[in-house]
DNA sequence: CGCGCTGTTGAAACTTGTCAAAGTTTGTGG
DNA sequence: CCACAAACTTTGACAAGTTTCAACAGCGCG
């Protein structure tokens, strides 16, 4: 239930490359030739359409881990387009407190919050070596006129984060600690099989504090709750690698509230 | 801190009624003649620009108190902007848990999480009997292809709803009891106060136990805060009706986590 | 090889939820 | 217009869940 997302899966390994040879023109752009279409801007264009895409989106632009893609306050002049690695947005606000927001995987848009201010209201951070698609957004808006099925995909790209968001707030507003991480898991589970990964293997990128932060916990309870799906035979952890052996178990910690 | 509105304080209850007389013709449409147009979509545009506009807003509907505009599963078709009247949506699942994602007041637009599935994902209630304006989708995006300031418009609304996401994020996950009703009653007053009311007293249209969900507490604990924020001067209850006496305590209360 | 960051675990303290009862307001039907 | 029922609110006592504080273990990087 948590985050509704329709394309289906997809291999994302290995990269259709077919006439397109690797040289550093291929490396400006590639939105028509990106497996991350169905994840991204592109699902339906038709071919030409996709070629004028592939105009606008021509910077890709690298980051380390640890490196800021924008922060809180920066001026908004463009939409980020995860193409590989992961990244987390964070809120500060002056007392010191802080908190995740969201954690990006490839094919989700990163930098929506900064449209209606002009300016970021958040920070985003690689939390691996990463590889972004800058999508300047006064381009985006006027493709869009043109282009209806950008426009759709779009306002549907927005859109489908109100409604994440939505099942963020249900989980920080009505779910206890364990619960919460099952959704989580789940989630992460669910958005690594859409990329062609497996369902129930994979390596986490943040640390206990930032998921913490994300479900409203303190890193402590996140850890005693690892510890306690582990105990319970739901997951296997070892440290950042996690292996869901009881996925059904997983699902029924959130649907039938343990009264 | 909470959310971010940029428009200009307004007075609503006054309509320029100007030269179109009260009749059943002037019943149907209203953008260019509407007191909310900074706060809803229709800021920047032109005389003709909001002539198709108007065009395009026809019906309004009447909702009772109770009343919902849209159920979880309906088919999505059109967007609402609140004209007269106050809104709540909320989230349910199976297990029964439910939660108040927002309330929508005068100028606010509704609906958007219908357009990434096409299907509402949220149900919305009127809180007290209340009209608001049709906006079929499908129009507004073909308009918005044609007028670049509401192409726009519709993006930053949809941004700034991302961010008051966001904000209340941070509340789910960052906050205390007290400092979320605090929070809650800033913000009330500060968009009252947009709308041309009273920024020190209004009347909530929601049950504490509404005002509990969208914060993440049960009812108790809400009319609890409410009571000691009324020992303590910063404000006089009296049921549904609430009188802030010293808006820089809630502030306090909120920036200088008391350690 | 050791230092620092990250993660785990325990016990105590604190916040919020739960249950229960009584008071208040609102709405409806007589 | 009143009376009664239903819905909402307040308050108290207690229970449960989460955080806090603290100590320690493990891994990874320089």
Known sequence: MWIKTTPRPREISQLPN?????????IKVACSQCSLRELCLSEGLSKEELAKLDGLVGTRRKLRRGQHLYRAGDPFEALYAV?????????????????????????EILGMDGISTEAHSCNAVALEDSEVCLI??????HLSREIKALQHNFNKVMSREL??????????????????????LLNMSQRFTL?????????????????????????????????RFQEEGYIAVQQKHIRILDIEGLRQLLNHRNI
Chains 1, 2 share one sequence.
């Open 18 to 26: 077919s006439a397109i040879p690797v040289t550093l023109v291929s």
């Open 83 to 107: 193409r590989t690695g992961f990244f987390k947005t964070d809120v500060l606000i002056e007392d010191g407190r802080d908190q995740v927001t969201g954690f990006q995987m490839t094919g």
């Open 136 to 141: 300047p957004f006064a381009q985006l808006e």
């Open 163 to 184: 409604v994440r968001d939505q099942g963020l707030m249900m989980l920080l507003g009505t779910m206890r600690a364990e619960e919460r991480l099952a959704a989580f």
């Open 195 to 227: 990329r062609g990964y497996s369902p129930a293997e994979f390596h986490l990128r943040m640390t206990r504090e930032e998921i913490g932060s994300y479900l409203g916990l303190k890193l402590e309870t996140v850890s005693r709750a690892f510890s």
